[in-house]
Nanobody, 115 residues
Framework: QVQLVESGGGLVQPGGSLRLSCAAS????????MDWYRQAPGKQRELVAS???????NYADSVEGRFTISRDNAWNMVYLQMNSLKPEDTADYYC?????????WGQGTQVTVSS
């Protein structure tokens, strides 16, 4: 089992920055990849960014160049640095841990980009 807890969401003005954190605990050694997803009201959940155990990263086109995913070496924490935020980035953001045949989700943290 893996437990995930997100934090760092909030209200920010357009053009501002936020850093989301995802704290992982439990069977961390089983995790092969960590993802950040988001879900805006009335829309499907979408993949925002991924990072593998080897450090390879991948981003949605909509956030490329503005968001950065990173992790600590122990795989205890995963971060999403979000810069140049836009109103369309408003959503609930979720951390997901992928393990062989299993996936774990956090409870989400809300991000609102508004003036």
């Amino acid at each position: 089992q893996v437990q995930l807890v997100e934090s760092g969401g909030g209200l920010v003005q357009p053009g501002g920055s936020l850093r989301l954190s995802c704290a992982a605990s439990g069977s961390i050694s089983s995790i092969t990849r960590m993802d950040w997803y988001r879900q805006a009201p009335g829309k499907q959940r979408e993949l925002v960014a991924s990072i593998t155990r080897g450090g390879s990263t991948n981003y949605a086109d909509s956030v490329e160049g503005r968001f950065t995913i990173s992790r600590d070496n122990a795989w205890n924490m995963v971060y999403l640095q979000m810069n140049s935020l836009k109103p369309e980035d408003t959503a609930d953001y979720y951390c997901k841990a992928a393990a062989p045949l299993l996936a774990y989700w956090g409870q989400g943290t809300q991000v609102t980009v508004s003036s």
